[in-house]
Every structure is written in C-alpha cells, then in structure tokens.
C-alpha cells in the first residue's frame, strides 16, 4: 500500500512541474501547458490542462449564518412529575456569557458517564444579582434511565443559532500543515496559499474568522496536488513529463 501510494505521488509530481528542472513558464502569466509555476508572493499559476488533469475546482466563498455549540456539566439532583410523565432533573452552573446564550426552551442533548445520550431542555435559567456570579441553569431530562442517578454528572451540548452571517468554507478547502491552517485563494492569474484562522464548525462547512471574505474565490478541490506543487517549487523538485 505504501509503495502504491509513493508512485502515484511520483506520477502526479511528474504532471505538476515542468522540464529542465524547474517549472515551465508561458507567455502572459509565466505558466503553459507543461507545468505550473510558482512564486513566492504571488502564488502558483496553474494551466487549464494541468487544472482539469488534477480535480482543481474553485468556489465563492460563502455567507451563512452558523450555528454554535455550547459545552457544559450539569448534575443531577432528582426528579419530578407523576409516574407517566416523571422527568430527571439536573442542574448547573455557567458563566454569565454562556446563561445569556441559553434561553428557557433550549433543547439539550445530555452525554451520560455510559456514553448514551439522552434528549431534554431547559426549563429554566435562574438570573443571579452579581453580575460576576455564576448562573444556575435547570434542566429535565427522561426519567426510567437506568445510567441516571441522584449526584451522576452529564455532559451538556447544545445548539444556539447564529446571529450574523460569517465566511464558510468546505472541509475540502483546507490544508493543515506543522506552520498552520491554510486556503488557496484566486489571485489575479494565480492561485495564492492564505493562512486562516477557522471559528466553529456546523452542517458540514466550517467558519473562517480571519483571512478570507465572503465572495473571494478559493481552490476547494485539487488542494493537497497544489501544496505538493508548491514544495517541490520551493524545495527545488526535477521532473519532466507534458500534459496532453
């Protein structure tokens, strides 16, 4: 399986640079049919042969309003309720920051110490009079569970709608190297490596707090084909082999 996966990355550095030992160049953007290009503070022209040949498809950076999720530990501490409808009830304490993001209502998944989950909801946010005070937050779950007993801790997660629309991006357009996490964003003529700094993660598209705008134009697919181009650039790789 090793020895597969190293001719196949033999076979595409072959495609990705040109001949003479480094890469081909073109009239009008430094770039032709043969191999893409690189520079340093300008990015990696990618010929549309080349493109096609390696999966490279770009996108629009998308707006969307994302969802958070809230962590917390509650307790429980009894239940309540006749017997066709007993609730468990459990409580606990956050921050102020996190009470305010957590209304009465809120539906809560809770993870027991046997690593079951059990659906419930808030039903009530106690407000404190300091205002650097913890908050109690009450919470009822099902009652019947034989993994639920008085003094057991759950771990608490819940979703809270987002209230602005941030930058989002698909997993695909993400490369994660030793000096950080990075896109490939549309540069004029050329496709530029872009440190980001992501947020949270939801729906399957994760937020990007920094380094990138909604409406900028980035490589989702073909990504690790052009990291591999840009090393063997930097790095000095020989190949020759054309793209027909």
Known sequence: MKINCLLSLLVVSALLLGCNGKPASSAGDDADDHGINFKAKEGLAVPDALARHIGLKLEDVAARKVNGQLTFTAQVYGESGPVARRVTLASAWVDQSVAKLVPTGLDIVALTAGTNS??????RVVSAADTNAPVEVLLELPA???????????????????????????????LRTAEGTFVYVVNGFRIKRTAVKLGSEHDGVIEVRDGLLAGDKIAVSGVPLLWLAELQSIRGGKSCCDVH
């Open 118 to 123: 059990l659906t419930g909801v808030v039903t």
């Open 144 to 174: 019947g569970s034989d993994e639920l007993r008085l003094g057991d801790f759950l771990r608490i997660t819940a979703s809270t709608p987002g209230k602005e629309e941030v930058a989002v991006i698909p997993h695909t357009a993400l």
